[in-house]
Nanobody
Framework: QVQLVESGGGLVQAGGSLRLSCAASRSILSFNAMGWYRQAPGKQRELVAD???????NYADSVKGRFTLSRDSAKNTVSLQMNSLKPEDTAVYYC??????????WGQGTQVTVSS
């Protein structure tokens, strides 16, 4: 059993910042990749950013330069620092973890709302 718990969502004005955190119930180093996805009303869930076990990161073009993904293996957490937020960033954000040949795991989601 793997549990992922997101926190840090909320309401922020355009141009503001939020920091999301995902706490895993086991060592994050056991996963091949972890990342953040988001889903806005009426839209498909999309990848925001991910990080592989080596530490290499990947970002969606829409957030590149504004969002930063980091990990803290001692705390079994990955975080998403979101700066210069735009109304288009409004969505439910989900933490994801993948272990090949084992499964893909999801958190419950946390709401991010950016007002114009």
């Amino acid at each position: 059993q793997v549990q992922l718990v997101e926190s840090g969502g909320g309401l922020v004005q355009a141009g503001g910042s939020l920091r999301l955190s995902c706490a895993a119930s086991r060592s994050i180093l056991s996963f091949n990749a972890m990342g953040w996805y988001r889903q806005a009303p009426g839209k498909q869930r999309e990848l925001v950013a991910d990080i592989i076990s080596s530490g290499n990161t990947n970002y969606a073009d829409s957030v590149k330069g504004r969002f930063t993904l980091s990990r803290d293996s001692a705390k079994n957490t990955v975080s998403l620092q979101m700066n210069s937020l735009k109304p288009e960033d409004t969505a439910v954000y989900y933490c994801n973890a993948i272990k090949v040949l084992e499964g893909s795991y999801w958190g419950q989601g946390t709401q991010v709302t950016v007002s114009s």
